[in-house]
């Protein structure tokens, strides 16, 4: 019996089910594809409707195409907890500026051998980098046959009905 709170993970007979009635429904394609990820890569169904061509397939110009990636990398900005939506992104304003004193001097040169040689000075140009504070994304294996075989079936139907669509396109994998 599984822990409380914890999901009931379906058996192989159970999910051949899910995958015939996919068939008999409209967009099989798209919905064979969203199940085997949701089944074989174990995403969340927002990770799924994040996804772009780029985290799955590289796209190629000439002749039309793609190559499906052996390794998708799931960013972490998709996951759980990561605000993937955006609803309550914070707008980030940088008030203070912070140096080390070794730093702080070599600053003071920079500026000061810039000064005497007449080059404007632009106090933008010595800010010290911020440090954007990234969670890791997840590295997913694409290995799995019937995986890559509903992804590439959908992919392809996908880009034939739209043959502009660049690599930050959504795969439209929505629910």
């Not at 810039?114 to 632009?122: N, P, S, T």
Request: proline share 6%; aromatic share 6%.
């Amino acid at each position: 019996m599984p822990k409380a709170g914890q999901a009931r993970v379906p058996t192989t007979a159970e999910w051949q089910r899910v995958f015939e009635v996919i068939q008999d429904h409209r967009h099989p394609e798209k919905n064979t594809a969203i199940m085997q990820i949701s089944a074989k890569l174990g995403l969340r169904a927002q990770e799924i409707a994040l996804l772009q061509i780029k985290e799955i397939a590289r796209l190629k110009k000439s002749p039309p195409g793609f190559t499906l990636y052996k390794v998708m990398s799931l960013p972490a900005a998709y996951t759980k907890g990561a605000n993937a939506m955006g609803r309550s992104r914070p707008r980030y304003a940088r008030r203070t500026v912070s140096f080390s004193v070794e730093a702080f001097d070599q600053v003071v040169a920079q500026i000061v051998d810039l000064a005497k040689a007449g080059i404007e000075v632009d106090p933008k140009r010595f800010y010290p980098t911020v440090k954007k504070r990234a969670g890791q994304s997840r590295d997913l294996p694409l290995v799995d046959e019937d995986l890559r075989e509903a992804l590439a079936t959908y992919l392809a139907l996908r880009l034939d009905k739209h043959p502009l669509c660049q690599d930050r396109c959504r795969v439209h994998f929505s629910l």
